[in-house]
């Protein structure tokens, strides 16, 4: 049977008390809708559909090519808003799995099994619930004497008994999808003026056809998100999974509690993480590091046995043993070489610096394309603006740059060479040459042996 998946993501969120559409705030590094997509997708094998309205154009432009879109204008029910894909998908599919887009939590098995339960259903429908004490606004399940669901029930319109059930309506949905766009185009309107999708439970019990329950044991999977206090929630119940999931793969996080990894992050065996460390999105850690304490690493790749100390990396690439901090910055572009050190408040922004090169502290290192085994001593600056455009600064392999010296770009220091402690560099220096003073000027040449970095 093909199945296809379709998720709200209409509503307004008013209790977001937001400008940003709620569906596009953020759990675990990623809009939450974004994570329902996923679900949904992986459940059904196939594109889902996203009926939109609130934020639409925002919320388009974040699903781009991972669901088809269609509009629904007017907030007029979630029985309305299934209603918005009839056009597309009515006799293209059998079966039509429906969640929510603020439902972050639910996993891809979850909904697998939601749509085993209604293939096996002689019934139309097949649903999610939960049993509960902590009813957090949801729907009560009715069944009868049998045990057999015959209603649901919404909490603001719930008698005292009914409001003393515990079992939960969570939400998600799977329909025989003929039977559905049939019967939704019989729903009564509600008092409030719009068309629920749960009446469809009771119109098909109603005329003897059998409802399903799939009773999930997992509550932490059922949090929806209608106000910040909420997505705390669920921000907390993702990372935790996520953070369980690395150390099943061999990664040590010494204060689970404090290290914040977003989803997607992947990270080698034998890695420790740091307490009050930030691994964000699009970000690799590879074996065997050591990374924090308070350690921020947005977008960028690390190699195989780093240390990042008490430093912030974004869009940085740091091949395999480099050390870094404490209290570094690696700008977007900055690319470390096998064995770099960059030392305490050192910055690299659009930089190569080769292998085994060595970046002294309080140095900053801009448009700058560094060779191997160079040694950069404390306080260097690479001065690359001149008020209206960058400059490049070219260092050759095994040169050694004295501390406090300002080269000024564009400016070419030669293979070997060395410059004197506070030289302000407005010259290329040629290979195997000591440059002095300010401005620097040439002074000598050097023997090969006396100028090994060290």
């Known amino acids: 049977m093909k199945t296809t998946a379709i998720v709200l993501a209409a509503g307004q969120g008013v209790r977001m008390k937001s400008n940003l559409p709620k569906v596009l705030h953020a759990v675990a590094g990623q809009p939450m809708i974004l994570h329902a997509l996923e679900a949904a997708r992986q459940a059904t094998s196939e594109k889902p559909v996203v009926v939109i309205g609130n934020g639409a154009?925002?919320?388009?432009?974040?699903?781009a090519d991972s669901a088809t879109c269609v509009l629904q204008e007017q907030q007029l029910g979630?029985?309305?808003?299934?209603?918005?894909?009839?056009?597309?998908l009515a006799g293209k599919t059998d079966l039509l799995l429906v969640t929510y887009a603020d439902m972050p939590l639910l996993r891809p098995e979850t909904l697998k099994k939601l749509v085993r339960t209604q293939k096996a259903n002689s019934g139309p429908i097949s649903m999610l619930t939960v049993v509960s004490a902590d009813t957090r606004g949801f729907g009560r399940v009715l069944r009868n004497a049998e045990g057999s669901v015959q209603a649901i029930v919404e909490e603001a319109v719930a008698s005292r008994r009914e409001l003393a059930?515990?079992?939960l309506n969570v939400g998600a949905y799977c329909f025989k999808a003929d039977w559905l766009w049939h019967t939704l185009a019989g729903i009564k309107v509600s008092p409030r003026g719009e068309y629920y999708l749960t009446d469809l439970v009771q119109a098909a019990t109603s005329t003897g056809l059998r409802v399903a329950a799939l009773v999930l044991d997992n509550l932490v999977e059922t949090i929806g998100v209608n106000n910040r206090q909420q997505m705390a929630e669920a921000e907390s119940a993702m990372r935790w999974r996520i953070n369980q999931a690395h150390m099943l793969n061999g990664v040590t996080l010494i204060d689970p509690a404090s290290?914040?990894?977003?989803?997607?992050?992947?990270?080698?065996?034998?890695?420790?993480?740091?307490?009050?460390?930030y691994l964000q999105s699009g970000s690799t850690i590879g074996r065997s590091c050591s990374i924090g304490p308070n350690t921020i690493i947005r977008s960028s790749r690390v190699g195989d046995g780093c240390?990042?100390?008490?430093?912030?990396?974004?869009?940085?690439?740091?091949?395999?043993d480099v050390d870094v901090g404490p209290f570094a910055r690696l700008r977007r572009g900055a690319h470390l070489g096998k064995g770099v050190h960059i030392g305490n408040f050192g910055e690299v922004k659009?930089?190569?610096?080769?292998?085994?090169?060595?970046?002294?502290?309080?140095?900053?290192?801009?448009?700058?394309?560094?060779?191997?085994?160079v040694n950069i001593g404390a306080g260097t600056i690479t001065c690359n603006f001149d008020g209206e455009q960058k400059h490049a600064t070219q260092i050759g392999d095994e040169a050694f740059i004295g501390s406090d010296s300002m080269l000024v770009a564009p400016v070419?220091?030669?293979?070997?060479?060395?410059?004197?402690?506070?030289?302000?560099?407005?010259?290329?220096?040629?290979?195997?040459?000591?440059?002095?003073?300010?401005?620097?000027?040439?002074?000598?040449?050097?023997?090969?042996?006396?100028?090994?970095?060290?």
């Not at 290290?259 to 993480?273: E, N, Q, R």
């Not at 190569?352 to 085994?373: C, E, P, V």
Request: aromatic share 4%; no cysteine.
């Open 57 to 63: 154009s925002q919320v388009q432009q974040v699903i």
């Open 78 to 88: 979630t029985g309305h808003a299934v209603r918005q894909a009839q056009g597309l």
């Open 165 to 167: 059930i515990s079992e």
């Open 259 to 277: 290290s914040y990894i977003d989803l997607g992050v992947h990270i080698g065996a034998d890695t420790v993480i740091w307490p009050n460390t």
């Open 307 to 320: 240390r990042v100390l008490a430093s912030v990396l974004e869009g940085a690439r740091l091949e395999d």
């Open 350 to 373: 659009d930089s190569t610096l080769g292998a085994g090169t060595k970046m002294g502290h309080f140095s900053y290192i801009g448009d700058a394309t560094i060779g191997s085994n």
């Open 412 to 454: 070419k220091i030669g293979k070997r060479a060395r410059t004197g402690a506070g030289a302000v560099v407005t010259k290329d220096v040629p290979p195997d040459t000591l440059a002095v003073g300010m401005p620097a000027r040439a002074i000598r040449k050097l023997e090969k042996k006396n100028v090994k970095a060290k």
